[in-house]
């Protein structure tokens, strides 16, 4: 983190050191902004690294779970500018559990029914499948709610703390903070639980895992279904903090975040979650100091960068010990 923002300190150079206070607010909207591609992130690396399959329906799921969790806003009363206190808290809690067990459920079937028919086939088959999810799904949201971009409740607090003369705001705090806890569970749920171990197992070996008793297609639809849940969080987190979603909101979201994932080290829980810190950095400071248009040349050319000289990204992709 720190190295980071040293790198784009030095890049940005006076336009920094003129005017410190921006930089810091621009910080901080970067930091919120990667949070959320990290959540997606993982997503990716983990289903990737078990059975080798960029999802490319990933990114859709995201925007399902910000729709999914519309209607039930609704049906917990939760009202703009008139819901407030530990009752809020609460219900958005519930409802987060909530939508990511749909989308956890939505995501199995998915895999059941799209990807394990195809997993012994070419890796073209899958891969075009997983293209064609991701289309059906925008179709259903489409269909859903229409084309038009929809507003989503601010229901999170507008206070904000001044910090040298930039501002951090409640909203900066709960996508930070939820992510690092959401991450921090992932990895010790990976490294500790009986089930994380099935899963490193499985993406060392697939077949040595089954000779030694690991269940291969519930270990799978286990990584699928987890996969989900973080991206449902990070759909919430996301109609939280921009208050706006739509239905191809997985698509440009989805690709970035692949990108931070194959840049972090796709297969590598802490790099999806560093490259997707960067990726949000990178675009932040882009939209802020440069051109908006221009975000998309330099997220793209750093990747190019990366897999030119070091194609298993920042923090090396995990492979089986040979």
Same mark, same amino acid.
């Given at each position: 983190?720190?190295?980071?923002?040293?790198?784009?300190?030095?890049?940005?150079?006076?336009?920094?050191?003129?005017?410190?206070?921006?930089?810091?607010?621009?910080?901080?909207?970067?930091?919120?902004?990667?949070?959320?591609?990290?959540?997606?992130?993982?997503?990716?690396?983990?289903?990737?690294?078990?059975?080798?399959?960029?999802?490319?329906?990933?990114?859709?799921?995201?925007?399902?779970?910000?729709?999914?969790?519309?209607?039930?806003?609704?049906?917990?009363?939760?009202?703009?500018?008139?819901?407030?206190?530990?009752?809020?808290?609460?219900?958005?809690?519930?409802?987060?559990?909530?939508?990511?067990?749909?989308?956890?459920?939505?995501?199995?079937?998915?895999?059941?029914?799209?990807?394990?028919?195809?997993?012994?086939?070419?890796?073209?088959?899958?891969?075009?499948?997983?293209?064609?999810?991701?289309?059906?799904?925008?179709?259903?949201?489409?269909?859903?709610?229409?084309?038009?971009?929809?507003?989503?409740?601010?229901?999170?607090?507008?206070?904000?703390?001044?910090?040298?003369?930039?501002?951090?705001?409640?909203?900066?705090? !709960?996508? $930070? @903070? =939820?992510?690092? *806890? &959401? %991450?921090?569970?992932?990895?010790?749920?990976?490294?500790?639980?009986?089930?994380?171990?099935?899963?490193?197992?499985?993406?060392?070996?697939?077949?040595?895992?089954?000779?030694?008793?690991?269940?291969?297609?519930?270990?799978?639809?286990?990584?699928?279904?987890?996969?989900?849940?973080?991206?449902?969080?990070?759909?919430?987190?996301?109609?939280?903090?921009?208050?706006?979603?739509?239905?191809?909101?997985?698509?440009?979201?989805?690709?970035?975040?692949?990108?931070?994932?194959?840049?972090?080290?796709?297969?590598?829980?802490?790099?999806?979650?560093?490259?997707?810190?960067?990726?949000?950095?990178?675009?932040?400071?882009?939209?802020?100091?440069?051109?908006?248009?221009?975000?998309? !040349?330099? $997220? @793209? =050319?750093?990747? *190019? &960068? %990366?897999?030119?000289?070091?194609?298993?990204?920042?923090?090396?992709?995990?492979?089986?010990?040979?």
């Amino acid at each position: 983190m720190a190295a980071i923002v040293l790198i784009l300190a030095v890049l940005l150079g006076p336009k920094a050191a003129t005017n410190f206070p921006f930089f810091l607010q621009i910080l901080i909207y970067g930091v919120a902004n990667g949070a959320i591609y990290a959540l997606i992130a993982l997503g990716y690396t983990m289903v990737y690294g078990i059975i080798e399959l960029i999802n490319f329906a990933h990114g859709d799921i995201f925007a399902l779970g910000a729709f999914v969790s519309l209607p039930l806003i609704g049906l917990f009363g939760l009202t703009e500018g008139r819901s407030s206190g530990p009752g809020v808290w609460l219900a958005l809690i519930v409802i987060a559990l909530i939508v990511m067990l749909v989308n956890g459920g939505v995501n199995v079937v998915i895999e059941r029914v799209a990807y394990r028919p195809l997993r012994n086939a070419p890796r073209l088959a899958p891969l075009i499948t997983a293209v064609g999810v991701s289309f059906i799904l925008e179709g259903i949201m489409y269909l859903w709610r229409g084309a038009s971009n929809i507003h989503y409740p601010d229901l999170l607090p507008g206070a904000r703390i001044s910090v040298i003369g930039a501002s951090l705001g409640v909203k900066d705090l !709960v996508v $930070i @903070f =939820a992510a690092i *806890i &959401l %991450v921090i569970l992932l990895t010790l749920f990976v490294n500790g639980s009986k089930l994380g171990k099935a899963m490193r197992a499985t993406a060392q070996d697939r077949e040595a895992a089954q000779l030694m008793g690991i269940d291969i297609n519930r270990t799978i639809s286990a990584t699928f279904f987890i996969g989900a849940v973080l991206a449902a969080a990070g759909g919430i987190i996301f109609g939280l903090y921009f208050n706006n979603v739509r239905f191809d909101l997985g698509f440009r979201t989805g690709l970035y975040a692949f990108t931070a994932a194959v840049f972090g080290g796709i297969g590598n829980l802490q790099g999806a979650a560093l490259g997707g810190l960067f990726i949000g950095l990178v675009q932040v400071f882009s939209n802020s100091y440069f051109e908006a248009a221009l975000s998309d !040349v330099w $997220i @793209f =050319a750093i990747l *190019i &960068l %990366v897999l030119v000289f070091r194609p298993t990204g920042l923090l090396g992709m995990q492979v089986p010990e040979k």
